[in-house]
């Protein structure tokens, strides 16, 4: 018995040996955010950030003193104008949709506030469709998915539509195409949902499959990527820590179903030489201008030398991150 014993307890220790190689138990103590963006010819395969430029916090804090971070940008090219729009939070007030603007993509002026609501905002992805300007912002504090029309882009937003009812929601990463719209949002229970319609005012609803992924990834980190093969959804890494990275994940349907491989692991992550970014990085927005690829990304600062415990995070997201590794094994035909 007493053998029996030790043996159980040598495979635990092991065990939680592995898990916490993984996904650490004691983590970093991660500060506010701050803006990246840059371009390249080709669609890269490593981010170059040495080489990009940094919206920082010290620089929207010269012209907002409240400014406490901006994260979660997303990015439209409308005529001669670069617009970045991002999530601005301030000291004592929810977090609002803030706005950036440049002529050349590199030099950019601080707009202000384009929307404010009574619950906190975040994650702003603007979109252009059928020639009107629509914005799918996370409002999980609304209880729905919403979305919002500009009157007078790129400013007066206004609710147009309740895409998904009775849900508390994060990162709302929607597709639109003539032939698919898809829509990825994240539970607080680490499960990425897919939702399907026929169109951007039809009906959503849960795909069949409803489980795009779980666990330590399971939570959208920016639009979808439209390529010849088909589409990239970049997701949040958290195996050591909320906005540790992003890996980028392939989706290929076919006859209504779907299989997600993850091609790009880490394809953003903690840069260590970069000051606003050596804690983390969580949002990535790339899009084809012209002959170019222009991107805007996010990333985090360590706060200080502290560390936090995350065991109950770290076991739970192990344990998700098995399921999903067995589920994987069945392909559809």
Not at 146 to 170: G, M, S
Not at 209 to 221: D, H, N, T, W
Not at 245 to 259: A, C, P, V
Not at 270 to 282: L, T
């Amino acid at each position: 018995m007493r053998n029996v014993i030790i043996s159980i307890s040598t495979l635990v220790v092991i065990l939680l040996i592995l898990i916490n190689l993984r996904t650490p138990f004691v983590q970093d103590s991660a500060g506010p955010w701050s803006i990246g963006f840059g371009s390249s010819i080709d669609f890269p395969d490593k981010m170059k950030y040495h080489k990009d430029n940094i919206y920082a916090l010290e620089t929207l804090k010269k012209i907002c003193p409240q400014t406490q971070f901006l994260a979660d940008p997303f990015f439209l090219k409308v005529k001669d104008t670069f617009y970045i729009f991002f999530e601005h939070k301030l000291i004592d007030t929810k977090a609002e949709i803030g706005l950036l603007t440049s002529i050349d993509g590199i030099n950019y002026k601080y707009r202000g506030s384009v929307l404010e609501e009574p619950f906190h905002l975040s994650y702003p992805q603007v979109f252009c469709h059928k020639n009107e300007y629509y914005m799918v912002p996370e409002t999980k504090g609304a209880h729905s998915v919403l979305l919002y029309k500009a009157k007078r882009f790129p400013f007066d937003w206004q609710i147009c539509d309740t895409l998904i009812h009775n849900v508390e929601v994060t990162d709302p990463s929607i597709y639109l195409s003539d032939s698919l719209n898809i829509m990825a949002v994240s539970d607080k229970n680490l499960n990425l949902f897919i939702y399907a319609a026929d169109s951007l005012f039809g009906k959503w609803t849960l795909h069949k499959k409803p489980i795009l992924a779980m666990g330590s990834e399971s939570r959208c980190g920016g639009r979808f990527i439209a390529d010849k093969k088909g589409l990239l959804i970049p997701i949040q890494n958290c195996t050591n820590g909320y906005g540790y990275g992003i890996s980028l994940y392939r989706l290929t349907f076919k006859n209504e179903d779907y299989r997600i491989q993850k091609v790009k692991p880490y394809f953003l992550e903690r840069q260590d030489q970069i000051k606003e970014f050596n804690a983390g990085m969580h949002q990535l927005d790339i899009q084809k201008i012209g002959n170019r690829y222009y991107y805007v990304y996010d990333g985090n600062r360590l706060a200080d030398n502290n560390k936090h415990l995350n065991i109950k995070g770290a076991l739970k997201m192990n344990y998700l991150d098995l399921k999903q590794w067995c589920q994987n094994f069945v392909f559809f035909d």
